[in-house]
């Protein structure tokens, strides 16, 4: 089930959202995250309220617990980024920070939690390293945004493998922390609280199932997948927007970027043939 948490989680990532927040490019990117937060508070609660006989109680309180502050914080700012990206139209930009971040994981997977990689798996994230490091080199800069997209998804998937509560119940909690702050920056926004078109603000609740479900299914991914494995797989989010933003919104591929999408898919191969065979080999 892993697998098919993470696969939803990446193609919701790749071709849903981006598409829904381009439809509120009226708003400013720092209001749609603050009705994002709200909506997917509300969401979540829904879901805790119908399914609370099913879900894991986080009780009684532990001291890791106290991480989901952190990871509150870390996906705020991802978000932010992300609806600064997708206002501007940079896409591309985006699409490249999500090429990074598995990277990101795929290391800190190495160094903070001493996940071993066979030889294959190693030569796979090398490729994969080298191709990003090329189309940095070959297009002479790393964008910013890039590099924070990539940094603070990758801790904040860190940080939801450690803290160990149930995915619903820890992006609640989330969201709650998160709520305030939301809801205090839309009072003193000269945007409106709720636009007063049923289009717009349908399309804002809807931000509450297009951020929590993902959300949620990455944060069970990331409890039944090991972290370097559910880095890789990120490849197809980033994979799936770099083909939205050529094909429905014309951005154009360098040769660079071309060249790293090949050489990606190429570790991606090698990493799941890998993968497939030490699991055919398990008793």
């Given at each position: 089930?892993?697998?098919?948490?993470?696969?939803?989680?990446?193609?919701?990532?790749?071709?849903?959202?981006?598409?829904?927040?381009?439809?509120?490019?009226?708003?400013?990117?720092?209001?749609?995250?603050?009705?994002?937060?709200?909506?997917?508070?509300?969401?979540?609660?829904?879901?805790?309220?119908?399914?609370?006989?099913?879900?894991?109680?986080?009780?009684?309180?532990?001291?890791?617990?106290?991480?989901?502050?952190?990871?509150?914080?870390?996906?705020?700012?991802?978000?932010?980024?992300?609806?600064?990206?997708?206002?501007?139209?940079?896409?591309?930009?985006?699409?490249?920070?999500?090429?990074?971040?598995?990277?990101?994981?795929?290391?800190?997977?190495?160094?903070?939690?001493?996940?071993?990689?066979?030889?294959?798996?190693?030569?796979?994230v090398a490729i994969a390293?080298?191709?990003?490091?090329?189309?940095?080199?070959?297009?002479?800069?790393?964008?910013?945004?890039?590099?924070?997209?990539?940094?603070?998804?990758?801790?904040?998937?860190?940080?939801?493998?450690?803290?160990?509560?149930?995915?619903?119940?820890?992006?609640?909690?989330?969201?709650?922390?998160?709520?305030?702050?939301?809801?205090?920056?839309?009072?003193l926004s000269p945007e409106?609280?709720?636009?007063?078109?049923?289009?717009?603000?349908?399309?804002?609740?809807?931000?509450?199932?297009?951020?929590?479900?993902?959300?949620?299914?990455?944060?069970?991914?990331?409890?039944?997948?090991?972290?370097?494995?559910?880095?890789?797989?990120?490849?197809?989010?980033?994979?799936?927007?770099?083909?939205?933003?050529?094909?429905?919104?014309?951005?154009?591929?360098?040769?660079?970027?071309?060249?790293?999408?090949?050489?990606?898919?190429?570790?991606?191969?090698?990493?799941?043939?890998?993968?497939?065979?030490?699991?055919?080999?398990?008793?």
């Amino acid at each position: 089930m892993g697998l098919v948490y993470a696969l939803a989680a990446y193609l919701s990532w790749g071709l849903v959202v981006p598409v829904h927040f381009r439809l509120l490019s009226a708003f400013s990117p720092s209001y749609i995250l603050a009705e994002r937060i709200l909506w997917s508070s509300l969401f979540a609660g829904g879901l805790v309220a119908v399914w609370r006989t099913r879900l894991r109680t986080p009780f009684p309180l532990r001291p890791r617990h106290g991480l989901l502050v952190l990871s509150a914080g870390l996906i705020a700012v991802n978000w932010l980024l992300y609806l600064q990206a997708v206002a501007a139209g940079y896409l591309l930009d985006a699409s490249l920070g999500y090429y990074i971040n598995p990277l990101v994981s795929v290391a800190l997977g190495a160094l903070v939690l001493r996940e071993r990689l066979r030889p294959v798996q190693i030569a796979a994230v090398a490729i994969a390293a080298a191709s990003v490091a090329l189309a940095v080199a070959w297009a002479g800069d790393l964008p910013l945004v890039s590099l924070a997209l990539a940094v603070s998804f990758a801790l904040y998937g860190l940080v939801r493998k450690v803290v160990g509560v149930d995915p619903i119940v820890g992006f609640l909690a989330e969201t709650l922390l998160l709520a305030p702050a939301a809801l205090v920056w839309l009072l003193l926004s000269p945007e409106p609280l709720l636009p007063s078109d049923t289009g717009s603000l349908g399309l804002l609740a809807l931000t509450g199932i297009t951020t929590a479900l993902p959300l949620i299914w990455f944060a069970a991914a990331a409890e039944r997948l090991r972290l370097s494995t559910l880095g890789l797989l990120q490849y197809l989010a980033p994979t799936c927007l770099l083909g939205l933003s050529v094909l429905a919104y014309g951005e154009r591929v360098e040769p660079h970027r071309a060249a790293m999408f090949a050489l990606i898919w190429l570790a991606l191969a090698l990493y799941a043939v890998d993968s497939l065979r030490a699991t055919r080999r398990q008793p």
